[in-house]
């Protein structure tokens, strides 16, 4: 299948990697391995520790105080709750998304397949710029609604509506492209078991389909909060950067930042690279569950259909 | 019952077709393509003449070149060190090696925004890195560069580990049997085998430096012809109420992005069957 993408921490179809040979393979000397080694921390550091101990260490600069006045700052508050409501409709909508055509794709076989796969990964090759530029071309004062939206006094763009349409767009894929390959991996096999006993459409998606693909899916559903709860550019096209209401949290830091306050800017920041880290060490651990559900027997033999581990 | 009458190849006996692809369709077409072709029929709005003269305006054609060039850059940058990594994660053992793994995903959790201003303190002249180097890096087009390679680190070494794994030991066994030298066996044997997905890796990892917004305004110094990218120069005319100008300069990277995406789809088949499938 298709699995073009721009936003790639996926659930690499896991051939269980035997182990291919007891005998030594050959081997590169000692002095090359710990070369390679050397230039591969050294450039890991360089460019993915720093950035990180950097917003920690500029964060606490100041000090405490100033940390926990920056993050309780009545503006910063008001752009956590914004980015979790952002978040909150986007995670959700793009979940039901996902396991609908999920279940289209990988449990059926019809005309236009590849080219839908193709189209659901489409927003990882845009530009987040681009993507919130659409919704000002349809939404906007000078856009296909917009007379008819003022006109209702509706607003969308530079209101909340537009940030969470735009925070939908970039967070599109996520659910589908993890939960795609796993049932396509999985076959028909055991829905068509409780079929033929008798179960209906609904007990089968929740005693078969669910419980073999929940882990892919809280996989995709923690890369798609991460990404819904740190969007900027496509975010900062539709905001309108009025402070208290329309900015989410990465907008609030390039506020604070473009005004010199620099602790209070990486005070923001800390928070969302806290919550990266706990996305990264999420991410590993059902990474596992993945693999290990990637790799059990669907319908064991005595086991009735639906209790698979 | 209308979609899998028509559509479906074979009789299935799973419920659901319906509902499940209508309500897909309906979702796609709403989010995604619909809003999209806003932006190419808005360009309609222009003659051709004007339309030319948006896109290849003297402005626009510097940030192109710094956006194609810094972007190329980095991706070179990632696709060298992106297979080193790949190389040591996959084939050595040492210390800390679950938490190297685990943090090469950093770009892709980090919001852009927070790696923007992370990245431009530290490279600033009186920053962590800054103050040892002899040139000016935060607020140059050296800026853009850094910030491009940030977020384009895991693309290469999530694309070539499995690769890498999948790399049958015994034909370096057979290489070295029959007198190769190590490195022969590299350039000769290993090298070829991965090519497809290194290649693709590069891609991904360009394709997303065009895009990249967030990171790079903070690290960029934004002047007009020298550190401006692209998407920034769409934002400054949506700000200028100039949308069809926008628009213009918007479709233009929208259709590269097409083009890199089929190119990206043709290579990730190519490595397939390089490697034997999945």
Redesign the interface.
């Known amino acids: 299948m298709?699995?073009?993408?721009?936003?790639?921490?996926?659930v690499?179809?896991?051939?269980a990697?035997p182990p291919?040979?007891a005998?030594a393979?050959?081997?590169?000397?000692a002095w090359?391995?710990r070369l390679?080694?050397g230039?591969?921390?050294v450039?890991?550091v360089?460019?993915?520790?720093?950035?990180?101990a950097?917003?920690f260490a500029?964060a606490f600069k100041k000090g405490i105080d100033v940390y926990l006045a920056a993050i309780s700052e009545s503006d910063a508050l008001a752009s956590v709750k914004l980015t979790l409501i952002a978040a909150g409709v986007a995670v959700p909508?793009n979940l039901?998304?996902g396991?609908?055509?999920a279940?289209?794709i990988a449990?059926?076989?019809?005309?236009?397949k590849q080219v839908?796969l193709?189209?659901?990964?489409?927003?990882f090759?845009?530009?987040?710029?681009?993507a919130g530029?659409?919704?000002?071309?349809?939404f906007?004062l000078?856009?296909?609604f917009g007379e008819w939206l003022r006109d209702h006094d509706l607003k969308v763009i530079f209101a909340v509506p537009g940030i969470v349409?735009a925070t939908?767009?970039v967070t599109?894929p996520f659910v589908a492209r993890e939960l795609i390959p796993l049932m396509q991996a999985q076959g028909?096999e055991a829905?068509?078991a409780a079929?033929?006993l008798g179960a209906?459409?609904w007990q089968?998606?929740w005693r078969v389909t669910l419980p073999n693909v929940k882990w892919a899916l809280l996989y995709g559903v923690i890369?798609c909060n991460?990404r819904a709860?740190?969007?900027?550019?496509a975010v900062?096209?539709v905001s309108g950067h009025i402070r208290g209401q329309t900015n989410t949290?990465?907008?609030h830091?390039?506020i604070l930042?473009n005004e010199y306050q620099?602790a209070a800017?990486?005070a923001v920041?800390s928070l969302?690279?806290a919550?990266?880290?706990v996305?990264?060490?999420l991410?590993?651990l059902v990474e596992q569950r993945v693999h290990a559900q990637m790799r059990a027997p669907l319908i064991e033999p005595q086991s009735s259909p639906g209790a698979t581990p | 019952m209308l979609l899998s009458r028509?559509?479906?190849?074979?009789h299935?006996?799973?419920?659901?077709?319906d509902?499940?692809?209508g309500?897909?369709?309906l979702?796609?077409s709403l989010?995604?393509?619909?809003?999209?072709s806003?932006?190419f029929l808005?360009t309609f709005a222009l003659t051709w003449p004007q339309f030319w003269d948006t896109v290849t305006s003297p402005r626009v054609v510097a940030s192109y070149r710094l956006t194609f060039g810094a972007s190329f850059a980095a991706a070179l940058v990632n696709a060298i060190?992106g297979l080193?990594?790949a190389?040591?994660?996959v084939r050595?053992p040492?210390p800390g090696k679950?938490v190297?793994d685990?943090?090469?995903?950093?770009?892709?959790?980090?919001?852009?925004?927070?790696?923007g201003?992370?990245?431009t303190?530290?490279y600033a002249k009186n920053g962590?890195?800054g103050q040892w180097l002899p040139f000016k890096v935060s607020f140059t087009p050296l800026g853009v560069f850094v910030a491009l390679?940030?977020i384009g680190?895991?693309?290469v070494v999530?694309?070539l580990?499995?690769v890498l794994?999948?790399v049958?030991?015994?034909l370096?066994?057979v290489?070295?049997t029959l007198g190769a030298t190590?490195w022969q066996?590299f350039l000769r044997v290993i090298f070829p085998i991965v090519t497809p997905a290194l290649l693709t890796g590069f891609a991904?990892a360009f394709?997303?430096a065009?895009?990249?917004?967030?990171s790079v305004i903070?690290i960029a110094g934004n002047l007009p012809m020298v550190s401006e990218i692209t998407?920034?120069l769409?934002?400054t005319k949506?700000e200028q109420?100039d949308?069809a100008g926008?628009?213009a300069i918007?479709v233009v990277?929208?259709v590269i992005?097409?083009v890199?995406?089929l190119a990206?789809?043709l290579l990730?088949a190519w490595s397939r069957r390089r490697t034997g499938g999945?």
Do not use: C
Request: charged content about 15%; overall charge neutral.
């Open positions: 298709s699995s073009t993408s721009l936003a790639l921490p996926r690499t179809v896991p051939v990697v291919r040979n005998l393979a050959p081997a590169e000397p090359v391995r390679l080694i230039v591969a921390l450039f890991l360089l460019f993915l520790f720093v950035p990180l950097t917003v500029e909508l039901v998304f396991i609908a055509a279940w289209a449990k059926f076989d019809f005309r236009g839908l193709t189209l659901i990964d489409l927003p090759s845009v530009s987040p710029v681009i530029l659409i919704y000002v071309l349809i906007g000078q856009g296909w349409l939908v767009f599109f028909n829905e068509e079929r033929v209906s459409g089968i998606f890369l991460a709860m740190g969007e900027f550019g900062s096209v949290m990465p907008l830091i390039e930042y620099f800017a990486f920041a969302l690279a919550l990266a880290l996305t990264l060490v991410k590993y | 028509t559509l479906l190849r074979r299935n006996v799973l419920p659901g077709f509902l499940a692809l309500f897909a369709l979702y796609l989010i995604v393509l619909i809003p999209l806003a932006a808005r060190f080193i990594v190389w040591v994660l050595y040492f679950r190297v685990a943090l090469v995903d950093l770009p892709f959790a980090l919001p852009t925004a927070v790696a201003i992370a990245l303190a530290i962590w890195i390679v940030f680190l895991p693309f999530r694309t580990q499995p794994e999948d049958n030991r015994e370096e066994e290489a070295a190590r066996t991904l394709a997303r065009l895009g990249e917004y967030g903070f998407p920034l769409i934002i949506l109420y949308y926008a628009t918007a990277m929208l992005a097409f890199l995406l990206i789809n990730q999945h």
